[in-house]
């Protein structure tokens, strides 16, 4: 019989509803690699947030029956752009004036009273641009925008950011001269000794995202910038991913005919312990500047799903706009929920 006592942790969280021996063979394995810490220092929120519905009866029954209310975190089928995810903000981008969107344009610099952000400061290829500021929406890290704030947060404020930690990872694709590697949508590696963490094979999401009679592989690695992985070479990180996939008997080294590397640094909030605490007090802060909407996963320090972050700058845009009033900070707030 599972008991539930307290559930302060990941651990105890998923030990409640699944017991300790299937937690220790197929949560902690993976969790630990993925987050980089133990699960004793995970909130249970996590858990809440990223299984929820599913417990140890609906994981058996979901193996034998198939019905319309599976939990979320059994989802079968989901709706994906013929030409990738960056569709969606490509064509949202064709509506807006060329001259009013600004790539490769960091914010450096954050001015503000007290009340209200009164400018923003830019950097533009090797030089700085200072724009006045009428309504901000940030996406920005919430421990970066902090940083970059004149004049500076309360002491208190700026400890509370010290205590937040993000993931990051790396994004190898492996370009292959084959028709397909697999069907399945995910695959992932639990065993440490395997460097690399999940892999994915676009063209199973979509067949327009590979060429005729050819497919890749998207290999994520988790990792903090501090690891050694994160300073390999882009070749050397390539190498090694086929060599591994190569081993594991899913592909062989001699099909990849290219590939490339991206490093995303605060790809991912990491819920330790205590950090509710700690964004409650770095949000009361934002909060008294009338004209800053934190939005988005890095700025709210809140790990949810795509369609409830653009449901945060739809609303955001209707703030700005003054057709609501809505509270970002409540979108996708309840403990329990889980991507989609």
């Not at 591994?244 to 001699?254: A, F, N, V, Y």
């Not at 409540?330 to 889980?338: F, K, L, M, P, S």
């Given at each position: 019989?599972?008991?539930?006592?307290?559930?302060?942790?990941?651990?105890?969280w998923v030990v409640?509803?699944?017991?300790?021996?299937?937690y220790e063979i197929?949560?902690?394995?993976?969790?630990?690699?993925?987050?980089?810490?133990?699960?004793?220092?995970?909130?249970?929120?996590?858990?809440?947030?990223?299984?929820?519905g599913l417990s140890f009866r609906e994981a058996v029954k979901n193996m034998f029956v198939r019905g319309d209310k599976a939990p979320e975190s059994l989802v079968s089928e989901f709706t994906y752009p013929r030409l990738g995810f960056g569709q969606i903000a490509e064509m949202m981008a064709r509506c807006v004036p060329q001259d009013?969107?600004?790539?490769?344009?960091?914010?450096?610099?954050?001015?503000?009273?007290?009340?209200?952000?009164?400018?923003?400061?830019?950097?533009?290829?090797?030089?700085?641009?200072?724009?006045?500021?009428?309504?901000?929406?940030?996406?920005i890290a919430v421990t970066d925008l902090l940083g970059m704030m004149d004049p500076p947060p309360p002491r208190e404020v700026l400890e509370a950011a010290r205590g937040l930690t993000y993931r990051d990872i790396i994004i190898a694709f492996l370009a292959?001269?084959?028709?397909?590697?697999?069907?399945?949508?995910?695959?992932?590696?639990?065993?440490?000794?395997?460097?690399?963490?999940?892999?994915?094979?676009?063209?199973?999401?979509?067949?327009?995202?590979?060429?005729?009679?050819?497919?890749?592989?998207?290999?994520?690695?988790?990792?903090?910038?501090?690891?050694?992985?994160?300073?390999?070479?882009?070749?050397?990180?390539?190498?090694?991913a086929a060599a591994?996939?190569?081993?594991?008997?899913?592909?062989?080294?001699?099909e990849v005919i290219g590939g490339c590397v991206v490093r995303y640094r605060k790809a991912y909030p990491l819920y330790e312990t205590g950090y509710r605490e700690r964004m409650e007090k770095i949000l009361d802060y934002l909060g008294g500047l009338s004209n800053l909407q934190s939005a988005g996963r890095n700025a709210l320090f809140r790990y949810t799903s795509s369609d409830r972050y653009m449901e945060m700058a739809m609303k955001a845009a209707e703030n700005v706009l003054g057709l609501a009033d809505h509270d970002l900070i409540?979108?996708?707030?309840?403990?329990?929920?889980?991507e989609r």
């Open positions: 019989m599972l008991r539930r006592g307290p559930q302060e942790t990941f651990e105890d409640s509803r699944f017991g300790r021996k299937l197929y949560f902690k394995t993976y969790s630990e690699k993925v987050w980089g810490v133990s699960c004793k220092r995970l909130g249970s929120d996590f858990a809440a947030q990223r299984i929820k009013r969107i600004h790539l490769s344009t960091p914010v450096v610099g954050v001015r503000h009273d007290g009340k209200r952000v009164r400018e923003v400061v830019v950097r533009q290829g090797k030089a700085e641009r200072t724009w006045a500021a009428e309504d901000i929406i940030s996406t292959l001269d084959r028709e397909r590697v697999t069907r399945d949508h995910w695959i992932y590696f639990p065993d440490p000794e395997v460097f690399l963490g999940r892999i994915h094979e676009p063209k199973n999401w979509s067949a327009a995202m590979a060429p005729q009679g050819q497919t890749g592989l998207v290999v994520e690695i988790f990792c903090f910038q501090k690891e050694p992985v994160w300073r390999q070479g882009d070749e050397t990180l390539l190498q090694r591994t996939l190569e081993g594991l008997d899913l592909i062989r080294t001699s409540a979108v996708a707030a309840e403990q329990e929920y889980a």
